[in-house]
């Protein structure tokens, strides 16, 4: 007899562990499925010799009243992972033309009342264009709602070009876009810069998790379990099951479960095209769907450090020719790979020291690349960026005990499977770009009864792991909607 679900979530990355974790708290009979034998999805914690790390950097934004706070709140496991905001968060390093060296500023994970201090440090801006950057920032940090609504047509690059800005802060904003979209910024659609630079204006950026920022994945499933529900990991969907245009459950290889409600973490392309299967769907639908652009990818190594060498949790380095726009894009795809890029370096000891052992540390460094798994220029990448970190921070090679270096491929691996050619080692999802933000944002609701997306392609705003958690609580709100209507009408 096979098992009888109300809601079955494929997938227990932040997206579908969050919004199952919401289902079983609100007394819904849910199942969570995932193929990995730990929860996390892109944003899992490893676990190796004494080392927690996530496989590549990451750390959250915004800091204070994220959707993880809200969602830990609403289950009621506060006590279970504390929520990391140190004041020494983010190192930011940036080289100016004509200049070799790169100079830092120290700025905190949640706001001061003294404004970005280490941002203006850092950038080091002539007084003459402040008045300029106050206009923006003021334009950016107070405009309403609505206003930002009309901006899903404009490019955060066309948006900035209506101002006078500095280069040092337009190529702090190629980073910011790069970094925390992972698109480039010539593509970036202003209405969804602007929401997250709001959150992380108010609420700061650079959060980070105790246990690992994974922590709250593994957290969010232990609540299902709590609360009636069941989660089994090792445990991969094959197929969605559909009968008279509606999902009756899913194929899995660790057995057949049945629920009229599916709701899929595992990628829209890869739920459409390949679990749920072209057939149920109308050709203008798989058109769009197989027309949908993901974000970049991020790689880079995992350096394993016989000595505490980074001072700070986190480090992000850039300069005037190191963000990405969609010309630099296409240079790499052509085989181009730049000397100097956008680094980013997380230290999950310098928030956690019980992440390493006394005396050690992990730095996951990563820099931007295509979403292609099969990416034609991993090696050249990794060995630029090698000799970039060197360039850096002399010494620190001298440190390194091991080292991984990982890749689009082991993204997706991990993650989404490749269902269309150049796709699925994307970092975040479907690209916050233009065409595919706001009213354009693909619904959460398939075209298919009881069908759903969870996770970063749908349902959610902001930066990543931010993104999926908004994502695992609209669509945890939309299904027990969808519950409340079935059981009315039935
Ligand atoms: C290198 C890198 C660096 C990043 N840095 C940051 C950062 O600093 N800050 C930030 O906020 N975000 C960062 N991100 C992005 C962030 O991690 C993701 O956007 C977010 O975690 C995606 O969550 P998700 O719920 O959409 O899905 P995913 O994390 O993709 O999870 C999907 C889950 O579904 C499971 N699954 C898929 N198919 C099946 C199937 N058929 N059967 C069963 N299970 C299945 C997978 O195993 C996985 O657990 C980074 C990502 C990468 C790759």
Redesign the pocket.
Known sequence: MEEKYEVIV?????????CAALLARRGVKTLL????SI??????TMAKQGFRY????????PSLDSRFAQVLAELGMQSEVEILTPQEAVMMMYRSAGSDQYRGSVGPAVPTPQGPTALLEVLALQAETLPEVARLFADITQMPAQQIDQLDDVTFADFLSRYRLPTPLLSYLGMWST??F?VPIDALATSEAIKTFQDFTRSGAARYHSGG?GRM?EVFCQSVERNGGKVLLK????RIRVENGAVTGIV?DNGTFAAPIVV????LQ?TVL??AGEEHFDKSYLSYVKGLIP?L????IRYFLSKPFFDYPMYLTFSDSAYLDTARVAKMNAGEIPDEMVV?N?VPARYDASLAPAGKQCALV?TLCAADPELPYAEALWNKLDAMVERLWPGMHACVESSER?S?SH?SR????AVVPGRG?????LAQIVGQCGRHKPSARAPLGGLFY????AGGY????????D??VNVADMVMRERLVRATVR
């Open positions: 494929i997938g227990a990355g932040i997206g579908g562990a969050t499925v995932d193929k990995n929860p996390g999805g892109k944003a899992i996530e496989l590549w950097p990451i750390s959250g934004g970094i925390v992972v920022f994945a445990t991969r969907a094959l899995t899929s973490n595992a990628g890869p390949r679990l974000s990818g991020i790689m880079g980013f997380v990563g990982y689009t993204v991990l993650t989404r499977d080692g994307e970092c975040v999802g969870v996770g970063c392609d902001g930066c990543g792991t931010h993104q999926a958690a994502s695992g």
